[in-house]
């Protein structure tokens, strides 16, 4: 087929500049382009082109921040093409101006966030979206109930499907590539023999980096030989000091153990910092969809510590890939579940080697790829049986005709359905509802065959993979030298030293909201004086 996709208005693809959505697209097209001939339209960026052709897969981008630019610029690209299917991703607000333009294709909306919220569309807008596309994708299954919740009839279109994540590039410590990354990165910060307990967001208050921060404290009466590491910024690609960030900053400068603060890291360098990582924590305080963290961390090997918000818990089994915090805003239930992971080590690796096999499982690439190639097909079988646009799936008809069925009164029906007849409808109506909630939860695992990885430091540090190694030396043949600090000095390049916070008992810092405020105050002070 002819496929379009549509990313949204925030971050370029490829995810030169990050982003979950940029990812998911990124991970999953490579094998989808095998049968389908795919453009991906998105958001114009300074170091991109604004059209380009890349082992097969046509990026076009239009330029627009703002939704109703991007808008302008995707119903002009539209109106002139023709396509089979258009996929479009966590923008339901551009369902009906693409249907305008593209009558006769497919539609199936992805979605990663709440945007069928009241106060991100119109009722009357979102109702008309959802009788105008053909599937609905979501990222995880409270996605999908806070649509229905909202939108009962978007139901029989819903189906959950997981991402995926790269795992040639997220690999555990234990393994002889990881070790070696591992250790590079410990020496470059100074962190061999610390257990590092690591953070990896957007500094953001919803994101919860300070009630990591503040459970340090009592963490480290019972572990003083912990470090924290903090990767990420306010926003993808940028490192603005915002209130947020500084308050962060603050709380991690009142602590006595390490504490590194990374600012934004490339997704094509942060493999680096959980392998190097013991424990990976997500504080997230609000109800977010699910983060993609959770992928990366069991990828690397790493126990998890989530919380009970949003999606995230679903990716969560208790006891064998991590925990998950019923009481997201007490710092001490992070810290107790932290130090009983630091105080039982076997624990600690039973968690992250399961992690990595449901991983290897369940949330690989090519898992991702078969449930969308599924998805595709249904939509050209469609096509091909002239089914109308926006309909749903043969369980949509069935269900209309036993409903036919069932509305007729006794007289009118035949002799042949009796007492009997009318139990079998009814084992039917049951059967059917077992499908659709079966369609939602099915999976295909299989394991990932690895996306192509960009780093250089990766690809140099495959190549010692293939060397034989001893105590003293790595050997890896890089412009003919073959000395384990070469390998060091190309890491600690693309992963730059950031500074070390090494704190003492100061007062408590003030809460960020109030450091605003005062911000504030001073500024009126110095106009007075003027």
Known sequence: MKVLIICTEKLPVPPIRGGAIQTY???????????????????????????????????????????EIYREGVVNYIKDQSFDLIHIFNRPRLVSPVREVAPQSRIVLSMHNDMFKRDKIEPEEAKVAISQVDKIITISNYIGQAIIELY?????????????????????????KGKKIKDVVRRAHNLEGKKVILFAGRLSPNKGADVLVRAIPELEKKHPNIALVIVGSKWFSTNEITDYVAYVRALADRLSVPVITTGFVSPDEIQ?????????????????????????????????????????????????NGFVVENPE???????????????????KELGQYGRKLAEEKYNWNRVVNNISSVWE???????????????????????????LASKTTEDLPLEFTQEKNEEIAETIEQVELN?????????????????????????IEEVDKE???????????????????????????????????????P??????????EKRKRGRKNRKRK
Request: negative net charge.
């Open 25 to 67: 697209i990124a991970g999953s097209v490579p094998e989808l382009s095998k049968n389908h001939d795919i453009t991906i339209l998105g958001i114009t960026d300074p170091s991109l082109p604004e059209t380009e052709t890349k082992d097969g897969i046509h990026y076009v981008r239009v330029p627009g921040k703002l939704l």
């Open 152 to 176: 009962p009839e978007a139901e029989p279109k819903l189906q959950t499907i997981y991402s995926g994540v790269d795992l040639e590039r997220f690999v555990p410590a234990y393994t002889e």
């Open 272 to 320: 680096y910092w959980f392998v190097a990582s013991d424990i990976f924590v997500c504080p997230s305080q609000w109800q977010e969809p699910l983060a993609r963290v959770h992928y990366e961390a069991m990828a690397a090997g790493l126990p998890i510590i989530t919380t009970a918000r949003g999606g995230n818990p679903e990716v969560i089994e208790i006891n064998k």
């Open 330 to 348: 007490d710092p001490t239930e992070f810290a107790n579940y932290i130090s009983q992971l630091i105080s039982s080590p076997n624990l600690c």
């Open 378 to 404: 249904e939509m050209e079988d469609k096509m091909k049986n002239n089914a109308p646009i926006g309909s749903d799936n043969a369980v949509k008809e069935e269900n209309e005709e036993i409903i036919d």
């Open 436 to 460: 659709d909630l079966e369609e939602m939860d099915e999976a295909k695992e299989e394991n990932d065959e690895g996306v192509e990885e960009e780093a250089e430091v990766i690809e140099e």
């Open 468 to 506: 034989e190694t001893n105590n003293d030396e790595v050997v890896e043949e890089v412009e003919g030298v073959t000395e384990e600090t070469e390998v060091v000095e190309e890491v600690e390049e693309i992963v730059p030293k950031k500074k070390i916070f090494v704190c003492h008992d100061n």
């Open 508 to 517: 408590p810092a003030k809460p960020w909201f109030k450091i605003k405020v």
